[in-house]
């Protein structure tokens, strides 16, 4: 089982929320269940279990006509882009 302590006001600063501390209690006892179950399933023997990306089976489908088009050229993105940098495109920042 897990003896260690959830922080639950470094996590909510991480998820940039406020808790009240009725909430902070309800939430740290909820994650250290969640946790408890993890270690739970870390115990479990799977030496020899294939991993599996989905629990069917899942193929592509090809429609007539998938076949890969014209690709532009690194001169011509670079032409079309607003900003390039080291063969990148520079796009504006969107995470803090």
């Known amino acids: ?3 260690q302590k959830i ?3 470094y996590l909510a600063n991480l998820a940039r929320i406020d808790l009240s501390d009725e909430e902070k209690i309800k939430l740290s006892s909820q994650l250290e269940d969640i946790i408890g179950y993890f270690d739970k399933l870390s115990a479990v023997n799977v030496e020899g279990v294939e991993p599996m990306a989905h629990t069917h089976k899942v193929s592509n489908v090809w429609r007539e006509g998938d076949e890969p088009g014209e690709v532009f050229t690194s001169e011509t993105l670079k032409k079309l882009a607003p900003e390039y940098r080291d063969n990148q495109v520079v796009v504006p920042k969107v995470v803090e």
């Open 1 to 3: 089982m897990n003896t």
């Open 7 to 9: 922080d639950i006001d």
